[in-house]
């Protein structure tokens, strides 16, 4: 019974990410929700007494996975420099593949910004932005300390806010319906060029700009597939890609 119940949230989960990521907070309804992920409407209230509820988990969801994608890649021993670019191809690759992500970052738009209603109070909002701003400038201080990135003082926190707008940006492209292929191409054009002024010339060629072909599993239209909650499943192989083959595995 606790078995089907997870699986239950999960698919309400799925559902909402879905229903958020494309129609946005205010006009994703519970009842569409709840139609897509075949289940009642009370079995959802079951889960979530509110749309805030469901609307937190879905952020939670995204900040899980991106929590996980990090820490996979340090553990399998990624210099923190590597680790920061893997971590912006898997952002560019989960913004296509898995809803929670691009649906937290909606969210936190949407919600972040929504006026105070009549009792002062605004809907549950995790700060997803924040969550990937403070992923990325922590590897990139990581870098810094370990000396890959040798930039101090003024010129430092010049560096710092180039690749922090620039990570933000990845999800701007994808926003704008890019084709996967393409944004993965885009991301690793934008390394090859901050690579030479974090590390300089001469050891640019030292990091892998490209997203690896076993971690970032698509088909041959470049776009990658889709896998419902109940099929848990993420890129080929890869540290990166252990940590979204887990995404739906648990509330």
Same mark, same amino acid.
């Given at each position: 019974?606790?078995?089907?119940?997870?699986?239950?949230?999960?698919?309400?989960?799925?559902?909402?990410?879905?229903?958020?990521?494309?129609?946005?907070?205010?006009?994703?309804?519970?009842?569409?929700?709840?139609?897509?992920?075949?289940?009642?409407?009370?079995?959802?209230?079951?889960?979530?007494?509110?749309?805030?509820?469901?609307?937190?988990?879905?952020?939670?969801?995204?900040?899980?996975?991106?929590?996980?994608?990090?820490?996979?890649?340090?553990?399998?021993?990624?210099?923190?420099?590597?680790?920061?670019?893997?971590?912006?191809?898997?952002?560019?690759?989960?913004?296509?593949?898995?809803?929670?992500?691009?649906?937290?970052?909606?969210?936190?738009?949407?919600?972040?910004?929504?006026?105070?209603?009549?009792?002062?109070?605004?809907?549950?909002?995790?700060?997803?932005?924040?969550?990937?701003?403070?992923?990325?400038?922590?590897?990139?201080?990581?870098?810094?300390?370990?000396?890959?990135?040798?930039?101090?003082?003024?010129?430092?926190?010049?560096?710092?806010? /180039?690749?922090?707008?620039?990570?933000?940006?990845?999800?701007?492209?994808?926003?704008? !319906?890019?084709?996967?292929?393409?944004?993965?191409?885009?991301?690793?054009?934008?390394?090859?060029?901050? /690579?030479?002024?974090?590390?300089?010339?001469?050891?640019? !060629?030292?990091?892998?700009?490209?997203?690896?072909?076993?971690?970032?599993?698509?088909?041959? !239209?470049?776009?990658?597939?889709?896998?419902?909650?109940?099929?848990?499943?993420?890129?080929?192989?890869?540290?990166?890609?252990?940590?979204?083959?887990?995404?739906?595995?648990?509330?």
């Amino acid at each position: 019974m606790q078995e089907r119940s997870e699986r239950t949230r999960r698919r309400l989960v799925y559902a909402g990410a879905e229903m958020f990521h494309q129609n946005g907070y205010a006009n994703a309804t519970l009842g569409d929700i709840a139609s897509a992920a075949g289940v009642t409407k009370g079995a959802l209230y079951f889960h979530f007494a509110s749309k805030d509820e469901l609307a937190e988990a879905v952020q939670q969801r995204g900040c899980a996975l991106l929590h996980d994608s990090v820490r996979a890649l340090r553990e399998a021993g990624v210099p923190p420099l590597q680790a920061l670019i893997d971590t912006t191809h898997w952002l560019a690759w989960t913004l296509h593949e898995d809803p929670a992500v691009a649906a937290s970052f909606r969210i936190t738009k949407e919600c972040g910004a929504a006026p105070r209603g009549p009792g002062g109070t605004r809907p549950a909002v995790v700060d997803f932005h924040g969550a990937w701003i403070s992923a990325v400038s922590t590897l990139l201080r990581m870098a810094r300390e370990s000396g890959e990135v040798p930039a101090a003082g003024r010129d430092w926190e010049s560096a710092q806010a /180039l690749v922090v707008a620039a990570a933000c940006g990845i999800e701007v492209l994808s926003g704008t !319906g890019m084709p996967y292929g393409e944004l993965q191409r885009k991301v690793a054009a934008l390394w090859a060029l901050l /690579l030479p002024a974090l590390v300089g010339e001469a050891r640019a !060629g030292e990091y892998r700009t490209q997203a690896t072909a076993d971690a970032w599993d698509h088909d041959a !239209g470049h776009r990658p597939r889709r896998h419902t909650a109940d099929t848990p499943t993420g890129p080929g192989a890869g540290a990166g890609a252990r940590a979204v083959r887990g995404a739906y595995s648990g509330p």
